[in-house]
């Protein structure tokens, strides 16, 4: 297999603002992510000779693409991979500009959770046969396992009562509502405090309100191309380095040694990127980071399991600060889902669009604007647990 390193390029982004966005419709999101990246890339619509769109929730088959971008019966693929769904529509979009299939290509995310097309409001279990009542609970009951059992597991180490381990996950929370404040497109802006995580009511244990993301509305893109057409369209274009996708097949639950301290699709992806990066210390080469914090011991056991930071070791490197905004390695400089918000299929794309601006030099607020990053890494998680669909994918500057 092929590695994908410095094969495409990216050449322009767009993202809406994520929210409640009551006026705007699934094509709205299309028309204003899509022409951004268009714009910034500097191309013409007529100039996409393919495209990938990402909606779990928000219309079937590439036809709200076609329709809101009124493309010429050029080919368009649906994708759909739960949470990881705008992260591989920017997978599928690489591979078919790196197989010669295409020149340029578009991918775009979009999804509305806040309005009567969106399944948040009827709670629908998935991906699993119903018949499978033993997996039949809702995320945060599921991710909050990962949680209670890291507690469990470093509780001696670290001397922790119930609040202490609470107090490392409202650090989290703490941050990314920090960063979200100063991110004009992200969807909550709220200054909080550890405090306020740790008095706020429990939804389910060990997680109070403020420990989950908020669902959104939203839509994100980028303009997909070669390097040698990107070197003709703009200097700072960004090179894909590496992409990888793992898909548990339920197996891991069933074994003994599964310790619910790790998610085993997240460091089989994190090691096939790095592995075609050409990656030896992450924690040192990657110079920021999105990563996927649906709930915040989900960042926690996600910057274990990309080896940010040893085993069991990831609370001292927060408590240290080294994930902060000027810290050693930032992470979800613009809030994350946890603050820009988490529309399922364009969170990936979001997440790329960060990156790419951050790396340009060119973020929306200078002051969340880390200083000259090399490498750029994405993280997407979502499914169920044992059954873990994990992306992972990492941008750099052409030399």
């Known amino acids: 297999m092929g590695s994908m390193k410095d094969k495409v390029a990216i050449v322009g982004m767009g993202c809406t603002k994520f929210g409640e966005l009551w006026d705007k419709s699934i094509e709205d999101l299309v028309v204003d992510s899509c022409y951004e990246a268009i714009e910034d890339a500097g191309i013409e619509p007529k100039d996409i000779q393919s495209a990938w769109y990402g909606s779990r929730e928000s219309g079937l088959t590439g036809a709200h693409l076609a329709r809101a971008l009124k493309t010429d019966y050029i080919p368009i693929t649906r994708v759909e991979n739960f949470c990881c769904g705008g992260q591989d529509v920017l997978r599928n979009t690489c591979y078919g500009v790196a197989s010669g299939a295409y020149e340029i290509a578009l991918a775009c995310g979009v999804e509305k959770t806040k309005d009567h097309r969106g399944f948040f409001g009827l709670f629908i279990q998935e ?20 949680a209670t059992r890291y507690f469990h597991r470093y509780r001696d180490y670290y001397k922790w009562d119930f609040e202490g381990f609470k107090r490392v996950l409202a650090i989290i929370n703490v941050k990314n509502h920090d960063n979200g404040l100063l991110t004009p497109k992200a969807h909550l802006h709220r200054k909080i405090t550890i405090d306020d995580v740790l008095k706020a009511r429990i939804i389910s244990w060990p997680f109070t309100l403020y420990d989950a993301c ?4 939203g839509g994100a893109a980028a303009i997909v191309t070669t390097p040698e057409i990107a070197k003709t369209l703009r200097k700072d274009y960004v090179l894909v380095k590496a992409q990888a996708l793992a898909v548990g097949s339920g ?18 992806a994190a090691k096939a990127a790095y592995k075609d990066a050409g990656i030896t210390n992450p924690r040192q080469e990657i110079s920021i980071a ?11 056991i996600t910057i274990e399991d990309l080896e940010f930071s040893p085993r069991g070791k990831a609370p001292e490197d927060i408590k240290a600060g080294r994930f902060l905004l000027k810290g050693e390695q930032p992470i979800n400089t613009d809030g994350g889902l946890k603050c820009f918000g988490h529309p399922l299929s364009a969170s990936g794309l979001r997440m790329a669009y960060e990156i790419y601006k951050q790396l340009q030099g060119k973020v929306d607020n200078p002051e969340r604007q880390v200083e000259n990053p090399k490498l750029g890494l994405i993280h ?14 990492i941008f750099g500057l052409p030399e």
Do not use: K
């Open 127 to 146: 991906p699993l046969d119903r018949g499978l009542t033993e997996w039949d609970i809702p995320p945060a009951s599921q991710f909050g396992q990962y």
């Open 214 to 217: 908020g669902m959104s509305d």
């Open 290 to 300: 999105e990563l996927h914090d649906c709930f915040s011991s989900t960042e926690l």
């Open 251 to 268: 197996q891991s639950t069933m074994q003994s040694e599964f310790d619910f301290v790790h998610i085993p699709e997240n460091v089989a």
């Open 380 to 393: 997407n998680v979502g499914g169920n647990v044992g059954i873990h669909v994990s992306a992972v994918t």
